[in-house]
């Protein structure tokens, strides 16, 4: 048992002190959902292997009365192992395989695309020490300077919108992902927003975005868990003539959705 109900969690922050990395947002919910208190360890990716005693070049990582547990899978996984009397994180298997699918299609479908729309901010954003390693890092992983990928970015903002139909198309009949209640696949979009929400100097959504809701209530959680002053708005982006609609106005009601109320008198 976690001596006196609290876990060490090791951050990854920016210089307005909100958390950065989306799998440390998603640890964050992880461990209050399982009822515990946060001993929360700040700092940015300079000394990581020194913070935690040689044990890990990358965080998340956490120590649960003396147990060190890295990565934010292993971590869930540990946690629903070690606590299972208090509320799951992943009730069933299913609930893994699904999070992976999801997780991976909102990365490919926007995540990336609004990293590279915030890149130059995101390494203005870092701490001080920080920058040169996010500038020689992510220009290496991107192929560009910082400044030319977030070249730009107006025109390609209303797209990234609009390509998230299914998780708006999933939550205007789920209240949360993981149905009546959230669980692990809450925390890892949500995780991935609030990393957006850190670096996002103008917003990404629409202000009336379906979206909404659900990312508020998410933020809401836990007393105001994804509340943190250092995060910038995600909502507030306007039209703009000849781009895509930001989103759909009206349901899908293609063959994936429920349609057929029967023969019509």
Same mark, same amino acid.
């Given at each position: 048992m976690a001596e006196g109900n609290v876990i060490t969690l090791y951050d990854l922050n920016i210089a307005t002190g909100a958390t950065l990395s989306p799998f440390v947002w998603a640890t964050k919910f992880a461990l209050r959902h399982k009822g515990f208190d946060i001993d929360l360890v700040p700092g940015g990716f300079t000394g990581i292997l020194d913070r935690t005693g040689g044990r890990s070049e990358r965080l998340p990582a956490i120590v649960d009365n003396g147990e060190w547990v890295l990565d934010s899978w292993?971590?869930?996984?540990?946690?629903? +192992?070690?606590? =299972?009397? @208090?509320?799951?994180?992943?009730a069933h298997e299913g609930v893994a395989a699904s999070?992976?699918?999801?997780?991976?299609?909102?990365?490919?479908?926007?995540?990336?695309?609004?990293?590279?729309?915030?890149?130059?901010?995101?390494?203005?954003l870092s701490l001080p020490q920080?920058?040169?390693y996010v500038t020689r890092s992510r220009e290496e992983k991107f192929g560009a300077p910082?400044?030319?990928?977030?070249?730009g970015r107006e025109e390609r903002l209303p797209g990234i919108s609009a390509s998230l139909e299914p998780l708006r198309s999933a939550l205007r009949e789920h209240r949360w992902l993981g149905g009546a209640n959230p669980d692990y696949t809450d925390y890892?979009?949500?995780?991935?927003?609030?990393?957006i929400s850190s670096i996002s100097t103008i917003p990404v959504l629409a +202000?009336?975005? =379906?979206? @909404?809701?659900?990312i508020e209530r998410c933020c809401d959680l836990y007393d105001g868990l994804g509340r943190h002053p250092g995060l910038f708005p995600l909502f507030g982006l306007e039209e703009?003539?000849?781009?895509?609609?930001l989103f759909r106005r009206q349901p899908d009601m293609s063959g994936l959705s429920k349609r057929n109320t029967g023969a019509q008198g």
């Open positions: 292993n971590i869930a996984e540990h946690l629903d +192992a070690k606590y =299972p009397d @208090r509320p799951m994180l992943m999070t992976k699918v999801i997780e991976r299609w909102l990365w490919d479908a926007a995540i990336w695309h609004w990293m590279k729309c915030f890149i130059k901010d995101y390494r203005d920080d920058q040169d910082l400044d030319v990928l977030q070249a890892r979009v949500i995780g991935a927003f609030l990393f +202000a009336d975005d =379906p979206l @909404r809701d659900w703009r003539p000849g781009a895509p609609d």
